[in-house]
Structure formats: C-alpha cells, structure tokens
C-alpha cells in the first residue's frame, strides 16, 4: 500500500496538479485586481504598513503548529515515539497535495510522510478521517450561526453559494461518519463496485481482487483504531476540535492584521464571519486548492467591508499566507521524500545486484586468434 501512495505521489502528478493550480489561481487573481482595479495598486502599496505584515507571518505559522498538532495527538496514540517533526511534516505535505488535487483531496501527503515514519497506513487514515470531521464540525457550527445571525454585510449571492455547500457538507459528512463509525457500510459498496469490475473486465480480476484483500485489512484496522480513539482518548477528539478552532482563528486574525496594513476599516468580527464563511463555501470547491473559486468568493464577502481598491492586495495577500507558502513549503517536503525513497530504492537495487556479480566471476576475455 505505501508503494501506491508513492505511485500517486509521482512526479507526472504532482506536475500536473501544480500546473493546473498554478492556471486557476491565475484566473482567479486577474478576476480580482480586474475588479478592483489595477491603476491604484501602486498607490496602494506605497502607503501600506509592510511591518504589520510580521504579524501575518507569525499567525501562518501558529496556523502550520495548530494543523500539525491535529495529527500528532492522535498518532503519538499509536506510535508513541513519532517525533512531531514527523507530524508538521506530515501536514505541510496535506497542505500541499490539497492544492494541487481537485476538491482538495489532500489526505494522500500525510498518508505519505507517516507511511514513511512507520506508522501503520489505517492509523494515520483514522486520524485524518477525525480530523476531517473536526473541520466539519467546526465550520458547520459557524456557517450555521453565521445563517441565523444573518449579518447585513453579506452580499446576497451568497445564500445560494452557501445552500450549495450545505448539502455538500451533508453528503460528505454522511460518508465520513459511516467511514468512521460503520466502515463496513463502505467497504459493501466498494465490494459491489469490485465485483462489477471483475465481470466486465476480467483481465482486471486479478488486480481487483489484490485490492479487495488490502482494502479489508485497512477497514478492520481502521475500525479497531476507530473505537479505541472514541472510547478511550474522547479527550484527544475534544483537542482535535479545539485546534481546529485555533489554527482557523489564526488565519483570521492575520486577515485582520492585512486589512489594518492596508489601512482599512473592517473589524476583526466581520473578518471572522467572513473568514468563517469563505472557509466554509471554498472546502467543496471542485478546483486545486480551491484556486480560482476562492480568490472570486473573497471579492463578492470582501467588496462591502474595504474599499474597492484594496480589495486586490487583500486577496493576493491573504491567499499568499493562508496557501501559497504553506504549498510551496509542502512541496520541498514532498519532494525531499521521494528523492529520499529514489536514493533508497536505487540502492536496494545495487544490493539485490552485488551477490549475483559476486557468483558469475568475470572470465578472462580472449579475441579470435586465442589470445588473452
């Protein structure tokens, strides 16, 4: 199973998902600073307090310990002596692979970095399915006193926006509870699919039929995790909604901080329902990372809170320290790894090689006439 995550983590895809986040991204920045206009952004800049922006930073960070630390207090459960390097390593990699895999599907980068610090694959999936649902919890709970408090600075678009995300939210969640709580409901489903497979594609039978022993051995660990994390660490799950709380209260305060480098007007209650709400509407944006989406969503919550012409550097600025470095940190990290797992593998092969060598001693070589 770690082979195929590294399969997955290859670098075709990784190319291609980068290409594809770098594109919209680029869409979704040319939307904004069309909106906001380009002719004042120098203008802009030059009275921007650049120095504020050290707040920002140090809230990115808090934001990275506050994600790594998710992962952690459940994985040092299991793997006690996994070091936390290993577990903010493991989330800059999610951080990175979500940017670059539609829906931002970044469950593969940490599967990765602990595969490769040994921790058993169904543990680390536990984990980050109840993290996951931490996120959920939290955003749900937000989204839903944000709909009742009904602010009156929302625009009003974003009622369908948000209608969309909440039966998102309800198909998604549905699915992860029953991953968490009742995995073999899934793994039925995923049987039937593997069965259809094997009956239209009889040359598949022998893959399908691979991946059907893996899969049930990781549902019967996964539960076993599961139930240990529910009955017995109901704290640890407690934590894990708390950082999650945290490392989002992080990102907005440092919008905060931008908006006041900015010199604009907004307060740090309207970015936090604003932050709540972009957080919310852009988890099931079908695009890398949410790229593109998120960028138009910031200028329609953003467009009556500062003025039109900040609006741009906003976004450019929030994206950069919410995302963009946390990718970019992500990226050196996934790409360390793997040419750690090629130097592995090359000398692996070396070693298979030597003792063969080693029993077909070279003869001595002679030419035509006999002669050594």
């Not at 995550?5 to 075709?12: H, I, T, Y």
């Not at 919008?255 to 919310?280: H, K, P, Q």
Request: aromatic share 12%.
């Amino acid at each position: 199973m770690s082979e195929s995550l590294g399969g997955l983590m290859s670098r075709e895809n990784v190319v291609r998902g980068t290409l594809l986040f770098v594109l919209c991204t680029f869409a979704g920045l040319f939307i904004s600073f069309l909106w906001g206009g380009i002719q004042d952004i120098k203008r802009v800049v030059s009275e921007m307090h650049g120095r504020l922006l050290l707040g920002t930073c140090l809230c990115m960070f808090v934001d990275w310990i506050f994600g790594a630390l998710r992962f952690h207090i459940f994985i040092r459960k299991v793997t006690p002596k996994i070091k936390f390097r290993d577990s903010f390593r493991a989330n800059m990699a999610t951080l990175c692979v979500s940017c670059i895999t539609p829906f931002q599907t970044g469950g593969v980068g940490h599967l990765y970095i602990y595969a490769r610090a040994g921790v058993p694959l169904s543990a680390a999936i536990t984990a980050g399915i109840i993290c996951f649902i931490s996120t959920l919890v939290t955003l749900i709970f937000f989204a839903g006193g944000i709909t009742w408090l009904n602010p009156s600075f929302l625009p009003r678009g974003i009622a369908w926006v948000s209608l969309f995300s909440f039966l998102m939210f309800g198909l998604v969640f549905t699915g992860f509870v029953l991953l968490l709580f009742k995995p073999e409901i899934i793994f039925r489903f995923f049987h039937w699919i593997c069965q259809t497979v094997q009956r239209r594609f009889t040359r598949l039978a022998p893959i399908v039929e691979r991946a059907v022993l893996k899969v049930e051995v990781l549902v019967t660990e996964h539960k076993t995790f599961a139930t240990m994390f529910i009955r017995y660490h109901k704290g640890t799950c407690a934590l894990s909604v708390l950082l999650t709380c945290g490392f989002f209260g992080a990102r907005i305060v440092g919008s905060y901080i931008i908006v006041r480098a900015l010199n604009g007007d907004a307060t740090l209650w309207e970015l936090s329902i604003v932050g709540m709400l972009l957080n919310f509407v852009v988890l099931f944006a079908p695009s890398p990372g949410a790229s593109g989406v998120a960028e138009v969503v910031t200028v329609g919550l953003m467009e009556s809170l500062i003025r039109k012409e900040l609006i741009p550097l906003f976004v450019l600025l929030t994206r950069f320290f919410t995302l963009y470095c946390g990718v970019v940190i992500g990226g050196i990290v996934i790409g360390l790894q793997l040419t750690k797992d090629l130097r592995k593998d090359q000398k692996g092969v070396v070693k298979n090689a030597m003792p063969q060598i080693k029993s077909s001693p070279v003869r001595k070589l002679s030419d035509k006439e006999g002669h050594e």
